[in-house]
């Protein structure tokens, strides 16, 4: 069962049905000021740190569900109906609704009482606003006389506090309110050097922002008393809950429609100019009043959403393809490209299920995130990657998390994830290969963010790398720390407390728990050491490491997990529930393991016998059902959900690879298809979750819910399904000598097309199967081309690329 539909023209996914399975959100902003927004307008914004700066309030876990958010309302001031365009929070007769969710706005139209009503909602780029486009029109055959009132509530800035501090915060609420215009300054009067604004276009019949005045007594968002009676308090907000609501008349003729310009905006003054006039406690509004001068006149709004449509399609043009596939198409041209992007921005803070107060910038998840995003935006990334260099400690391990308004690595949190060090290796390799910008190896970047410890990029990689190697165990496999990259594996924490972090709790000493994942990844970083430094020692590092795997990692019919703090296997046949995980199968045969004996392809196999289902791929089986207090969180989860036997989609492209490494084509399109979201559109009432972006987890078959996903938008999922796709399947991968094309395809498909922007040059590139195999040929520009790399042609734009497979 569908909700909505693709429109992949306009690059939008179209809801036509308010009561989603779940809030269907997008992102609102690119740059430094964000929101989240639901497909009925709930959500809220924020500047740079969903915790530190909270614009607006937002109760998650709310009963019901989405409140808060960007409301109007619109008032028949002749028959005293009232109704909520965008459904909530009234829900009632809406006819007509659609929301259409596109890169960056979302637009949510529908009609009550023959008046149409469209919202279109979009940060412009360059700018810490967010404006609320309001095309209202009369389709009645006599004249209409309208209220319309906005609404917002605001936020007391840090929403961890704003959510728990009331004996304080019931107290400092503050505004000001000027020709319409209102101003949230809570604490300004002290420390805070920032105020939002609210703005509207049109005159303001009155306005409010005490939120009890607005709603009345015991009254919620559903049935506020200033619209039940057409009539705003002019209340000013003194302590307790302070929102943003503007009222406004509006007289509409037979067929006429009018436009309404809400803007929402952040405005950071500096600490000598606060003041207007000085000594005062007004907030200095002259740094404002332009921007909202500005964004109120509909031709500036219009001009700052084609800025921003067009933006996007830039962006979305570092690769276009054309494949059989109408999901692989959807998938990589629009949506895959739009969620990397997303976790850019946000890592995992903010989404339906990530609450804004809890995580920062985690470093394994960034520098993950990197694959995705690193050809679309080459110098934001290597920001990102001197950003996450620096949180690094001078022993070679890091910080496990880093917030993003102060970039500097999170105490509480701590380091001894002992895989995080290896991903920055990894994350640079992606960037050298897509830029050939060298010189990032050179930049000097602090340990720790601290001055005086500054050594080149490349030498906080050696650090990375040696950090493995300084932390080997009993069999010289690479000890575990508090977990890799499965953060519920924790075999040294042994926790009894309630409520304990499982990642950051006790760390008992003396034990010898290692990872065969690790070992995995090690030979992945240290080959890619090798192809940076030119230094062969590199690679013999990273040979001994694979045999220490096949020696001591290998179970018979798969690869073992981990060995815990006793020294007993973890994920092995002698195991009596977690005999296999799907980790160790995935990450060792992208390192090459097992490639020459056959262990590899019967890795494979064995993931496909126990592992796999209709779904994806789940983490492990038998799942836990029990409680494993030597083996941490991964058993507090009831089997078939999370590290516990979901499918854990970020696992499932490494199978994909793996499959294409191994040269099944067919294998690895298939474990695409299963988990691709567009591919699972059909089956919405089972998924749930927006069928436009993937989902960290998907219930496994131990669970009753199996096939139903959670946790959607920010996660790593989505961009190694992107390199999955773009880079094993399509095989369109930079590498350091030129453009890397080497397709391994279902054997159904007759090949595709794709444009590829690789170092200022357009790739055209027509792939034709001729043969069933994977043998791949290459000419460019007519001349042959010896292997598979295509070399980047001096002086030219453009290369014409014909590959043949077969
Ligand atoms: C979450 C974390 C990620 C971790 C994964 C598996 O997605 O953000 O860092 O690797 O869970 O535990
Ligand atoms: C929990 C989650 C895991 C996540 C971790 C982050 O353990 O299960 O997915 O990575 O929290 O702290």
Same mark, same amino acid.
């Not at 005490?210 to 009254?219: A, I, K, N």
């Not at 983490?619 to 969180?633: I, K, W």
């Given at each position: 069962m569908r909700f909505g539909t693709f429109d992949d023209r306009q690059r939008e996914y179209v809801i036509i049905r308010p009561d989603t399975p779940l809030p269907w959100i997008n992102y609102l902003g690119c740059e430094s000021y964000f929101g989240i927004i639901s497909n009925t307008a709930g959500g809220y914004s924020f500047y740079q740190d969903a915790r530190l700066r909270r614009l607006t309030r937002y109760r998650y876990n709310n009963v019901p569900t989405d409140y808060g958010g960007r409301y109007l309302y619109l008032r028949d001031n002749a028959s005293g109906d009232y109704w909520t365009p965008t459904w909530q929070p009234i829900r009632n007769g809406v006819e007509d609704y659609s929301c259409?969710?596109?890169m960056g706005y979302t637009i949510i139209r529908s009609t009550s009482n023959d008046i149409t009503t469209q919202i279109r909602y979009f940060v412009p780029l360059g700018e810490t606003l967010e404006i609320w486009q309001a095309t209202i029109t009369n389709n009645r055959s006599e004249a209409a006389n309208l209220s319309v009132f906005s609404v917002i509530e605001f936020a007391l800035w840090d929403a961890q506090d704003d959510a728990a501090n009331f004996q304080r915060n019931l107290n400092i609420g503050e505004v000001e309110i000027v020709d319409g215009v209102i101003y949230h300054k809570t604490e300004y009067r002290e420390r805070r050097d920032h105020f939002a604004y609210f703005a509207c276009s049109e005159p303001v019949e009155a306005f409010d922002t005490?939120?009890?005045?607005?709603?009345?007594?015991?009254?919620g968002w559903h049935e506020?008393?200033? #619209?039940?009676? +057409?009539? $705003?308090?002019?209340? #000013?907000?003194? +302590?307790? $809950?302070?929102?943003?609501?503007h009222h406004i008349k509006l007289a509409l003729q037979p067929g006429e429609s009018k436009q309404v310009i809400f803007v929402l905006g952040y405005q950071e003054n500096p600490r000598d100019a606060k003041f207007d006039p000085p000594g005062s406690s007004t907030v200095n509004k002259k740094a404002a009043l332009p921007i909202i001068a500005k964004y109120t006149q509909r031709a500036e709004v219009d001009r700052a959403f084609d800025a921003l449509y067009d933006y996007w399609g830039q962006l979305l043009g570092a690769l276009q393809v054309d494949t059989p596939d109408e999901h692989t198409n959807r998938m990589v041209n629009i949506w895959n490209v739009y969620q990397n992007m997303i976790t850019f921005n946000m890592s995992r803070s903010?989404?339906?299920f990530e609450s804004g107060i809890g995580r920062g910038m985690g470093f394994r998840d960034s520098t993950q995130d990197l694959l995705g995003f690193v050809h679309i935006i080459p110098e934001r990334a290597r920001?990102?990657?001197?950003?996450?260099?620096?949180?690094?400690?001078e022993n070679g391990g890091a910080y496990h998390q880093y917030q993003p308004l102060t970039k500097r690595g999170n105490d509480a949190v701590g380091g001894g994830f002992n895989d995080d060090p290896l991903w920055l290796i990894l994350g640079v390799a992606a960037y050298l290969k897509e830029t050939g910008d060298r010189g990032i190896l050179d930049e000097m970047v602090p340990f720790d963010n601290t001055p005086g410890t500054e050594a080149p990029l490349l030498v906080h990689l050696e650090h990375s790398l040696q950090y493995t190697l300084d932390n080997l165990g009993p069999h010289k496999l690479p000890l575990i720390g508090r977990a890799d990259w499965n953060d519920c594996l924790n075999l040294n924490t042994f926790s009894e407390e309630p409520g304990e972090s499982f990642q950051t709790a006790s760390h008992r000493e003396g034990g010898v728990a290692e990872s065969v994942f690790i070992g995995g990844l090690f030979v992945i970083a240290a080959h890619e050491m090798a192809a940076i430094t030119g230094d062969e020692s590199y690679n013999e590092k990273a040979d001994r490491m694979a045999e220490t795997v096949l020696e001591h990692g290998w179970d018979g019919d798969w690869f073992r997990r981990a060995y815990d703090h006793f020294g007993e296997p973890v994920g092995s046949k002698e195991c009596e529930e977690g005999q296999i995980f799907i980790e160790p199968q995935g990450i060792c045969i992208m390192a090459g393991i097992g490639f020459d004996n056959g262990l590899a392809e019967k890795a494979l196999k064995s993931v496909e016998e126990r592992l796999a289902t209709q779904h994806g791929i789940v983490?492990?089986?038998?799942?836990?059902?029990?409680?494993?207090?030597?083996?941490?969180?991964i058993s507090s989860y009831p089997p078939g959900y999370k590290e516990n036997a979901s499918i854990f989609c970020h696992t499932n492209p490494w199978i994909m690879i793996a499959a294409a490494l191994l040269d099944?084509?067919?294998r690895a399109f298939d474990y695409y298809t299963r988990i691709n979201p567009s591919a699972r559109e059909a089956i919405s009432e089972v998924h749930r979750c927006e069928p436009y972006v993937y989902a960290q987890?998907?219930?496994?078959r131990d669970a009753p819910t199996h096939g139903e996903a959670k946790n959607s938008w920010l996660t790593g999922t989505a961009a190694w399904n992107y390199a999955a796709i773009t880079q094993w399947i399509l095989g369109i991968r930079p590498t350091y000598g030129g453009l890397g094309i080497q397709p391994v395809i279902p054997s159904t498909w007759d090949g595709f097309t794709a444009e590829r922007q690789f170092r200022g040059v357009t790739f055209k590139i027509t792939a034709r199967r001729e043969g069933p195999g994977n043998k791949v040929t290459i000419t460019a520009n007519g001349e042959a081309v010896d292997g598979t790399v295509v070399p980047v042609p001096d002086g030219q734009s453009e290369v014409e690329v014909i590959v043949t497979i077969g």
């Open positions: 259409r969710h596109g005490q939120r009890e005045d607005f709603l009345g007594p015991y009254r506020p008393i200033a #619209v039940e009676e +057409g009539r $705003s308090r002019n209340s #000013v907000a003194h +302590g307790w $809950s302070p929102i943003g609501s903010a989404s339906q920001e990102r990657i001197i950003d996450l260099a620096a949180t690094q400690f983490v492990n089986q038998p799942a836990y059902t029990r409680y494993h207090v030597e083996l941490g969180e099944d084509g067919d987890t998907i219930a496994g």
